[in-house]
């Protein structure tokens, strides 16, 4: 079950690309996304999603990648280096979630799902970036209303809109 | 002519792009009941189809979009890449109506 709006987002620490460890810091505003290497979905949103880790620089974004590599080897921890290497490095740590523990306490169901978490460490808005996968000119405008929202210390619009994209790959 | 749409139920594309396909047999005069639907549930019937991900669409037995050889047989989204070159889980309509009148023009 996905994490309630206003409960606590689950804490992490996980590595990047380069082997760095990333947790959420307490007085921070974050936005984590899980995603992925292989799903046509998270590939679409992918570069909006980048524009907005830009955009907001007074946000810690994280990516999350917690998909079966065994079955999806396009997800394996090589395969994220390679892409990030490949992309010549991303304005978003990209971690791998190997034990799915953090995408099971999230709840996170689809590759893209993305959670936007308050100073105080709640969960505020969770769902779809936008509306549309096909459509780059919405510029991930739910994600970018609910952080506006938040870093205002206003309630999101909408604080909960139905993620779509590829199912979490899970371990059999 | 053959349409064969192949889905699997853990993507969520399907709806949109047979729709999609749907529009285009009825814009070059076919009838979108022609449209052979199959639904791959297994690794196994995925291997033994050669279903490189959902949606797959064959006409007269070819695939709309190429496939790279290398790519897996899985269940799994497909990743197609519309003609302003993002990403997408459906195929170009434009390309599907190209192969639709390659398939006319074989007749």
């Known amino acids: ?172 | 002519m053959r349409v064969e749409f192949l889905w699997w139920d853990g993507c969520p594309s399907h709806p949109e792009a047979l729709a999609e396909l749907h529009e285009v047999l009825r814009s070059e005069g076919f009838d979108p009941d022609v449209v052979e639907r199959r639904e791959i549930e297994t690794d196994e019937q995925a291997a033994r189809e050669r279903f490189p991900g959902s949606p797959t669409i064959l006409i007269d037995g070819e695939d709309v979009i190429p496939h790279d050889d290398g790519e897996p047989f899985s269940l799994t989204c497909r990743v197609y890449r519309l003609r302003d070159g993002s990403y997408s889980a459906t195929p170009d309509p434009d390309d599907v109506r190209d192969a639709v009148r390659r398939a006319k023009e074989n007749r």
């Open chain 1, 1 to 172: 079950m996905t994490v309630a709006i206003r409960e606590k987002a689950p804490d992490f620490t996980l590595p990047d690309t380069e082997g760095r460890e990333h947790s959420l810091q307490q007085g921070e505003v974050a936005a984590v996304v899980f995603t992925c290497n292989h799903c046509p979905y998270a590939l679409a949103w992918h570069d909006r999603i980048l524009q907005v880790a830009r955009d907001y620089d007074d946000v810690r974004f994280f990516a999350i990648n917690p998909n079966d590599a065994d079955r999806y080897p396009g997800d394996s921890f090589d395969a994220m280096r390679e892409r990030v290497e490949r992309d010549g490095g991303w304005p978003l740590p990209y971690l791998r979630d190997e034990s799915q523990e953090v995408a099971r306490a999230y709840g996170a169901k689809t590759t893209p799902h993305v959670f936007v978490i308050d100073a105080d460490g709640a969960v505020r808005y969770a769902g779809a970036p936008d509306a549309d996968h096909r459509d780059p000119g919405l510029e991930a405008a739910w994600l970018r209303e609910a952080l506006d929202a938040v870093l205002a210390g206003e309630e999101p619009a909408r604080a909960e809109t139905e993620p779509v994209g590829c199912s979490v790959k899970w371990r059999q």
